[in-house]
């Protein structure tokens, strides 16, 4: 079965720290671009940060830029994202996607044919 399963999220503090995994079963990731996103409550779904296929490029929400950093291992067919300095804002669930048409960098949502369910990410002030 082709799909993707995020895991990782949990309750944290403000100014802790988290990182998602996110595992690719069915079929080989290693060409796709690649992507976090999140929605938090009362909110559309939004990039954290976008990979392309080698892991040579990256992007990142202004939000997050500086305390996340995303990352891959084709040969795993993994895809992570460290979270540091975590904030109340942080607050979502978190889903990873990848769109197989696609190798480079890619931010807009509509582009991404595969999805994870989600992992939710909360963090106390």
């Known amino acids: 079965q082709v799909q993707l399963s995020e895991s990782g999220g949990g309750v944290v503090q403000a100014g802790g720290s988290l990182r998602l995994s996110c595992a690719g079963s069915?079929?080989?990731?290693?060409?796709?671009?690649m992507a976090w996103f999140r929605r938090a409550p009362g909110k559309e779904r939004e990039l954290v940060a976008a990979?392309?296929?080698?892991?040579?490029?990256?992007t990142y929400a202004a939000s997050v830029k500086g305390r996340f950093t995303i990352s891959r291992d084709n040969a795993e067919n993994m895809l992570y994202l460290q979270m540091n300095d975590l904030k109340p804002e942080d607050t979502a669930v978190y889903y990873c996607?990848?769109?197989?048409?696609?190798?480079?960098?890619?931010?807009?949502?509509?582009?991404?044919?595969?999805w994870g369910q989600g992992t939710q990410v909360t963090v106390s002030s």
């Open positions: 990979i392309n296929w080698s892991g040579s490029s990256l």
């Open positions: 069915g079929r080989s990731y290693s060409s796709d671009a």
């Open positions: 996607a990848a769109t197989h048409l696609l190798r480079e960098l890619q931010t807009k949502v509509g582009v991404y044919d595969y």
